[in-house]
C-alpha cells in the first residue's frame, strides 16, 4: 500500500493513558451526525448545511515509547507513513516523551511532532538542549483545549504534506539536473551557457580532436570579446532571437584557427529568460565532402 501523500492525515497517538486517547478520538474524530433541522433545511433550500466537516483523521495508539517505534517503523515499511504523532512526557516505566521521539526521528525524521506534558518544570529550553532548534516540535500543556488540539493537528500534518511535496519536487529536479548533466557529458560539440547580455557563463569544450576544439569563453567574458567581430555581432544577434522568439535557431560563421579558416555552426536556445545554451560544432570538414 503506498500513501497519497497530499491527503495524509495518519496521527499517532502515545500516552500511557488511555483516557487521553479516548479525548484525542472525541476531538479528532467527532461523529458526523447532522440533525433534522440541518438536514431539512438543506434539502429545502437546495444548499449544503452551514456547518462544515470537521477534517477526517486517521489515529492510531501506542501506549509506550517502544510500542510507538514498532507502529512508526511498520508504517514507513507499508508505506504509510504518520504525519503527526502526539507523544505524552511521561510514561512510566518506559521512555519518557523526548526519548520516544528522539528515537523515532532516528526512523522518520520528517515526522510532525507534540509533546504533551502536564508538568510546570517541562520546558521548551529542555527540549531545546536535546534537539536543538527545530520547526517540527510544539508543546501542549495539559489539560489540552480541544479547539488547541485540533488546530495544531490540521496545521502540522498539511505542514507534513507541504514538505513531502517539496521534497518530492527536489528530488525530480536533482534527478532531472542528473539527467542534463548526463546528457552534456555525452555531446561532441563545444557547449557554451550564455546570459542574455551575451555574457558567458559556463563553458564546456568539443571532445573531437578538431582545431575548433582551442576554442575558449572565459566564464565573465563577453562574447564580444571572445570572438572576431562579424562572428561575435552575428551570434548576439541571433541570441537575441532565441530570447524573444522562444525557439532555437542556427546560425553559422567562419573563424580563425590555428592559420586556417574553420566553418562554425551555432545553435542557440533559451533556457528561460535570462539564460542560453550555444552548441559550437565544427562543419569545415562536412562542408569539404559536399564541395
Not at 514498532?70 to 507499508?78: G, P, S
Amino acid at each position: 500500500m503506498t500513501l497519497d501523500h497530499t491527503h495524509n492525515r495518519r496521527i499517532l497517538i502515545v500516552d500511557d493513558n488511555e483516557d487521553i486517547h479516548d479525548d484525542f478520538r472525541r476531538i479528532l474524530q467527532p461523529r458526523e451526525d447532522t440533525s433534522e433541522l440541518d438536514s431539512l433545511e438543506a434539502m429545502l433550500l437546495g444548499e449544503a448545511s452551514a456547518t462544515p466537516k470537521p477534517p477526517k483523521f486517521e489515529l492510531t495508539s501506542a501506549f509506550q515509547g517502544t510500542e510507538a517505534l514498532a507502529k512508526v517503523r511498520e508504517a514507513l515499511k507499508n508505506g504509510t507513513p504518520y504525519a503527526l504523532a502526539f507523544i505524552d512526557m511521561r510514561m512510566p516505566p518506559g521512555w519518557d516523551g523526548v526519548e520516544t521521539l528522539s528515537r523515532i526521528w532516528q526512523e522518520d525524521p520528517r515526522l510532525q511532532a507534540v509533546i504533551c506534558s502536564a508538568y510546570s518544570d517541562f520546558s521548551w529550553e529542555s527540549v531545546s538542549a536535546r534537539f536543538g532548534q527545530t520547526d517540527r516540535l510544539l508543546i501542549l500543556k495539559k489539560p489540552f483545549d480541544a479547539v488547541e488540539v485540533r488546530q495544531m493537528a490540521c496545521a502540522l500534518v498539511e505542514k507534513w504534506s507541504h514538505r513531502s511535496a517539496s521534497d518530492r519536487a527536489e528530488q525530480a529536479l536533482r534527478k532531472s539536473e542528473a539527467h542534463l548533466r548526463g546528457l552534456l557529458q555525452v555531446l561532441p560539440d563545444a557547449l557554451l551557457r550564455v546570459a542574455a547580455d551575451g555574457t558567458c557563463l559556463e563553458f564546456q569544450a568539443s571532445r573531437e580532436a578538431t582545431p575548433s576544439s582551442a576554442l575558449a569563453f572565459p566564464p565573465g567574458g563577453n562574447l564580444a570579446n571572445a570572438l572576431p567581430g562579424e562572428a561575435a555581432r552575428g551570434l548576439l544577434t541571433w541570441l537575441g532571437r532565441a530570447f524573444g522568439e522562444r525557439t532555437a535557431h542556427v546560425f553559422g560563421f567562419e573563424l580563425p584557427v590555428g592559420g586556417e579558416v574553420r566553418s562554425i555552426e551555432a545553435r542557440l536556445a533559451a533556457i528561460d529568460t535570462v539564460e542560453a545554451f550555444v552548441l559550437l560544432r565544427d562543419v569545415t570538414a562536412a562542408r569539404k565532402a559536399r564541395a
